[in-house]
C-alpha cells in the first residue's frame, strides 16, 4: 500500500475569506483620481472602436490574418466575449486553413507525388497556425483561469489537429495539452474546470482517433480491432490522483476523479473478489486517516461515504441502473462486519471532533445501513455474531441526531426526515435488541438507558 502524507490547507491557509482555493484575490476597488477616471474613459472607448472594427470586418468576410489579430487584441481585453470566439473560429475556418483535407488530396489527384507535396505544406501551414494560436491563449489561462471560453476554443484547436494533421503529429499536440493541463492544476489544484478538462484531454489520449500501434516488425499486421486500439491511461491518472491529494489534503476534484477511475482500475487489473476487498479496504485506510487529519473537511466526506458505500445495502434491483455499481460483491453480514469496524474507527472521531455535524451525520446514516444489513443477514440465513457486531444503540442515535439539530439548526426540516427514517428502523429492528444490546450490553440494559436518557430530556 503507498504511504500518502496529507497536509491540510484549514490549518495552513490563515483567513480564508480573503483567497478562494488558496489563490489570492485581486486588490479591491479603490477610489480613482479624476485623471484615473479619465484614462479608463479613454480605454473604454477604444475598447468599443475595436469591437466595432472586427464586426465590421466580419460582416465584409474579411477573414485574414490582419482581423484574426484585432480578435487577439479584443480577446486579451475581454475573454468573456464569446462571439469573438465564433468570429475566431469562422476566420480559421474560412480564411486561413488550407481548404483541402488531408485524406481527399492525395485520394483525388491524377498526380500523387505533386499531392504529397502540397499535403505536405498544407500540414505545415494548419500546424503553425494550431500552435501560434494555442500559444495565444496560454496567458489568457493564467489570468483568467476558470473562463468556460478559453478552454473551450482550446478543445476545438485541438480537434481540428485531429482532422487536419497526420495522427503523430495530432497525439503529439494533445500530450503536450496534457502537461500544460498538469501545470495550471499545480497553481489551483481544485479547478474544476481544468479538471473536466484533463478528463477530456485523457480520454481523447485513450481513444482509437489517437492510437498509435508499438512498433512491429515489417509485414506484421495489428491484430486489434478498431474498438481495441486504445492506449489506457486509468493507472497513471490514478498516481495522478494520490499526488494531487498529497499536495492537498482539500481537494474535491481529485477525490471524484480518483473515485471516477476506480472501477476502471479494477477491470483492467483484473483483479478478483479478493483483490477488490483489498483494495477497497487500503482505500478506506487511506480516507480514514485524512479525516483525523481534518474532520471538517466535506470533500472527505464525501469521498469516504463513496468508498463506504460498497459495504452499504445495494440498492433495489429496478434502482440499480441508476447508481453506480459497487466494486466488490460481499454477503450482506460480510458487508455488517465491515462497516461496524468503520463505525467504532468514526466513533473515536468524538473525541476531540465533538462539534463536527458531517461527523454526526455519517454515524447516524451508516447506523441505519447496519440494522438494514442485519435484517438482510437474518433474512439470508447468515450466522449473525450479535456481539461483534453491535449497530448504534438507539440511545446513541438520538442523541446524535440531538447533536445534529443544535450544530445545524437552519436543516431542521432534514434532520426531521432522519428522525423519521430512525423511528422506522427502529420499529422493525426492535426484535434484535432481545439479543443485540449495546456494544455487548444486555438488552434490558439497553432499554434502561434508552428511558432514563428520554426521561432526562
Request: proline residues 6%; hydrophobic residues 35%; aromatic residues 10%.
Amino acid at each position: 500500500m503507498t504511504t500518502v502524507k496529507f497536509t491540510s490547507p484549514h490549518f495552513e491557509m490563515g483567513n480564508l475569506t480573503e483567497s478562494q482555493h488558496g489563490v489570492p484575490r485581486g486588490p479591491s476597488i479603490e477610489h480613482r483620481s479624476e485623471a484615473a477616471r479619465q484614462k479608463e474613459l479613454q480605454k473604454i472607448t477604444e475598447y468599443r472602436d475595436l469591437v466595432a472594427t472586427v464586426q465590421s470586418k466580419i460582416q465584409k468576410r474579411e477573414y485574414t490574418q490582419e482581423t484574426l489579430d484585432s480578435t487577439s487584441k479584443l480577446l486579451a481585453l475581454n475573454p468573456e466575449y464569446y462571439t469573438i470566439w465564433n468570429h475566431r473560429r469562422r476566420i480559421l475556418l474560412h480564411g486561413l486553413f488550407p481548404a483541402g483535407s488531408s485524406s481527399d488530396t492525395l485520394s483525388s489527384s491524377p498526380d500523387p507525388s505533386a499531392a504529397a507535396v502540397t499535403q505536405s505544406q498544407d500540414h505545415e501551414t494548419a500546424l503553425t497556425l494550431i500552435r501560434s494560436d494555442l500559444s495565444f491563449l496560454i496567458p489568457l489561462l493564467s489570468q483568467y483561469p476558470k473562463c468556460y471560453w478559453i478552454w473551450n476554443y482550446r478543445l476545438w484547436l485541438l480537434q481540428q489537429a485531429l482532422l487536419r494533421l497526420p495522427k503523430p503529429t495530432a497525439r503529439e499536440l494533445w500530450t503536450d495539452e496534457l502537461r500544460l493541463v498538469s501545470k495550471m492544476l499545480s497553481r489551483d489544484s481544485r479547478n474544476f474546470l481544468g479538471w473536466g478538462y484533463r478528463r477530456m484531454v485523457v480520454g481523447k489520449l485513450e481513444s482509437p482517433a489517437l492510437y498509435i500501434p508499438p512498433t512491429q516488425a515489417e509485414g506484421q499486421q495489428d491484430e486489434k480491432s478498431k474498438d481495441e486500439q486504445r492506449s489506457s491511461m486509468v493507472e497513471e491518472e490514478f498516481q495522478y490522483t494520490t499526488n494531487m491529494i498529497q499536495t492537498n489534503l482539500s481537494n474535491f476534484s481529485a477525490w471524484h476523479q480518483r473515485s471516477v477511475l476506480i472501477p476502471r482500475l479494477l477491470q483492467e487489473r483484473k483483479s478478483d473478489e479478493r483483490a477488490r476487498e483489498e483494495f477497497i479496504q487500503e482505500e478506506l485506510t487511506l480516507i480514514t486517516r485524512a479525516l483525523y487529519t481534518d474532520p471538517y473537511d466535506s470533500s472527505i466526506w464525501f469521498y469516504h461515504q463513496f468508498v463506504v458505500s460498497h459495504y452499504l445495502p445495494p440498492p433495489p434491483t429496478h434502482e440499480a441502473s441508476s447508481h453506480r455499481r459497487s466494486a466488490v460483491d460481499l454477503p450482506p453480514y460480510t458487508r455488517l462486519r465491515r462497516l461496524t469496524c468503520d463505525l467504532l474507527t468514526l466513533e473515536k472521531l468524538l473525541d476531540g471532533g465533538e462539534d463536527c455535524r458531517l461527523l454526526y451525520e455519517a454515524l447516524l446514516r451508516y447506523s441505519v445501513a447496519a440494522l438494514r444489513l442485519r435484517k438482510m443477514a437474518d433474512d439470508a440465513g447468515e450466522e449473525v455474531d450479535r456481539w461483534k457486531t453491535g449497530e448504534g444503540h438507539p440511545v446513541k442515535m438520538e442523541r446524535w441526531l440531538r447533536e445534529l439539530r443544535g450544530l445545524d439548526p437552519m436543516r431542521s426540516g432534514r434532520w426531521d426526515d432522519l428522525e423519521k427514517e430512525l423511528k422506522e428502523v427502529e420499529r422493525w429492528s426492535v426484535p434484535w435488541l432481545s439479543t443485540l444490546g449495546h456494544f455487548g450490553l444486555p438488552s434490558s440494559q439497553a432499554y434502561q438507558d434508552l428511558e432514563a436518557w428520554k426521561a432526562a430530556q
